[in-house]
C-alpha cells in the first residue's frame, strides 16, 4: 500500500508515502475468497511434508546456487547470515544491464532489489534448474 510500491525492483527503498484513493487502506495484499479452497489444500500439504524438512529441502538448493555463484566470483552472503529460501547476489561490476529480462529468454526468473539478484528457489526446482540459471548466467556475462 505504499507509493511505488508495485515496482519490485525498488522495494528496498521504502516510502513514507501512501499509494492514491482506496489502495491506501490495502495492507499489501488484495482479497480474493475464491482461492481459500485452494489455500486450505495447500496449508494441509505443507504440514504433511513439514515445515523443517521444507526450509531443510529449500535450504539445500540455496546452497548450491550459493555455491556456484562463489566460482564465478559472484558475491553471495555468508551462510550465517542469510536465510535458506532465497538468496542475493551480487555483481563486482553492477548488474549487468537487461540481466533479468536476458535470463527469462532461458526461462530462468530472478528478481532485482536494489543492487542485488534476488534468487528464489522453490520445492518443484531441481539440480537440472540449477543448471539451467547458471548456464543463463554464464551466458549473460559473456556478452
Known sequence: NRAGSED??????????????ARRF???????????PPLIVGLQQ???WGIDSIYATIGEITKKIAQRAEKLDLIVGNP???AKHFLGIRF???????LTKNLAK????????GNWVRVTP??????????????????????
Open 122 to 143: 522453490h520445492l518443484y526446482n531441481t539440480n537440472n534448474d540449477v543448471e539451467s540459471l547458471f548456464e543463463a548466467l554464464e551466458t549473460h556475462i559473456s556478452l
Open 8 to 21: 519490485f525492483t525498488k522495494l528496498v527503498y521504502y516510502q513514507d508515502g501512501y499509494q492514491i484513493g
Open 26 to 36: 490495502d495492507v499489501g495484499e488484495r482479497s480474493n475468497f475464491a482461492l481459500l
Open 106 to 113: 532461458h526461462r530462468v526468473y530472478v528478481s532485482v532489489r
Open 92 to 98: 563486482p561490476g553492477g548488474i549487468p544491464y537487461d
Open 46 to 48: 505443507i504440514v504433511d
Open 80 to 82: 550465517i547470515h542469510r
